[in-house]
């Protein structure tokens, strides 16, 4: 119940395109849903969060939907450009317990030209 | 500059031989923890410590310690490696139990042999 799934694994998309990531989650209890960008050679870093009272959320050409009754919540990159491309996780806590934060696996995103 | 400082960034050792992996902050975080990263898994968190002497296991603590003596101090101490502790290791602090942003380091390669 605690796991956050994550897919795809990878994706290959072309610059100018719209790339898609999409994470699920079972605990109904997570309240804190953010996504981290990582460039190979660094550590995570935050792109975008959202909370579950609001079902869209948009910072530049990064945005967050999500849909509480299916327990889903996607990454949409509009845009894409090859400095795009990276390692995005997912992920989810709760407000009352942040010690835990649940990572997905993982989405490497190539953006070729 | 806020960072999240860890060393060593690559360290190659052998079966037993006991290693720390040093992380230092510079915000003022209450909050820091331990996570390892390893290819289709994303990152699971080690340790955790709320402020100085309270620490606390994550989902992954067999074969590490951990020790919180200062604020800005979090260490990771692998007693007696083991091949399978070979991953990439990243330290992260938060401002409190809170605040949902974790700021990480650049992360320590290791490799047991």
């Known amino acids: 119940q605690q796991q956050v799934k994550q897919s795809p694994q990878s994706l290959i998309v072309q610059k100018g395109g719209i790339s898609i990531i999409n994470c699920a989650y079972e605990n109904t209890a997570f309240d804190y849903f953010p996504w981290y960008q990582q460039f190979p050679g660094k550590g995570p870093a935050l792109l975008i969060a959202?909370?579950?009272?609001?079902s869209e959320k948009k910072e530049g050409r990064f945005t967050i939907s999500f849909n509480k009754s299916a327990k889903q919540f996607s990454l949409h990159i509009m845009d894409s450009q090859p400095g795009d491309s990276a390692t995005y996780f997912c992920?989810?806590?709760?407000?009352?317990?942040?010690?835990?934060?649940?990572f997905g696996p993982g989405t490497s995103l190539s953006v070729i030209p | 500059e806020a960072q999240v400082t860890q060393n060593p960034r690559y360290l190659i050792t052998v079966t037993g031989k006991k290693l720390t992996v040093t992380c230092s902050q510079n915000m003022n975080h209450e909050y820091m923890s331990w996570y390892r990263q390893d290819p289709g898994l994303g990152l699971r968190q080690i340790y955790y410590s709320m402020n100085v002497e309270v620490t606390d296991k994550g989902d992954v603590p067999e074969g590490y310690k951990v020790s919180r003596k200062e604020k800005r101090n979090f260490p990771l101490i692998l007693e007696s490696p083991s091949p399978n502790q070979t991953s990439l290791y990243f330290c992260?602090?938060?401002?409190?139990?809170?605040?949902?942003?974790?700021?990480f380091g650049e992360g320590s390669r290791l490799t047991v042999l």
């Open positions: 992920a989810a806590s709760m407000r009352t317990s942040y010690d835990k934060v649940i």
């Open positions: 992260a602090s938060r401002l409190d139990r809170y605040t949902g942003e974790l700021f």
């Open positions: 959202i909370r579950p009272d609001v």
